[in-house]
Nanobody
Framework: QLQLVESGGGLVQPGGSLRLSCAAS????????IGWFRQAPGKEREGVSC????????YYVNSVKGRFTISKDNAKNTVYLQMNSLRPEDTAVYYC?????????????????WGQGTQVTVSS
């Protein structure tokens, strides 16, 4: 059974860094895309970044470009989201999600498998 488990959230001061991990298991697809999403209180869940298993290509929402980096470790079946220069507006619950195929998309409706989420709070 496909399972996604996030970790690495926490409390950090503005300008600080965190690295989130998404450990994946149970995949049977030849190719897949892992996405990171976030949801702040009272707001809709939004896509942050995604990475394709086929070629490692990535995609980012404009608000995190240059600050966040998504990467994967195939040996560990883990996808990471390195978050630098964090801002209070980055505060949210962060989720990883998976979809089969090669299409890189930040449309949450395209993802059928989700982790439980990890809280990121940016505050002084």
């Amino acid at each position: 059974q496909l399972q996604l488990v996030e970790s690495g959230g926490g409390l950090v001061q503005p300008g600080g860094s965190l690295r989130l991990s998404c450990a994946a298991s149970g995949f049977t697809w030849d190719y897949y895309v892992i996405g990171w999403f976030r949801q702040a209180p009272g707001k809709e869940r939004e896509g942050v970044s995604c990475i394709s298993s086929s070629d490692g290509s990535t995609y980012y929402v404009n608000s995190v470009k240059g600050r966040f980096t998504i990467s994967k470790d195939n040996a560990k079946n883990t996808v990471y989201l390195q978050m630098n220069s964090l801002r209070p507006e980055d505060t949210a619950v962060y989720y990883c999600a998976a979809r089969p195929g090669r299409l890189r998309t930040l449309d949450k409706g395209e993802y059928g498998y989700w982790g439980q989420g990890t809280q990121v709070t940016v505050s002084s």
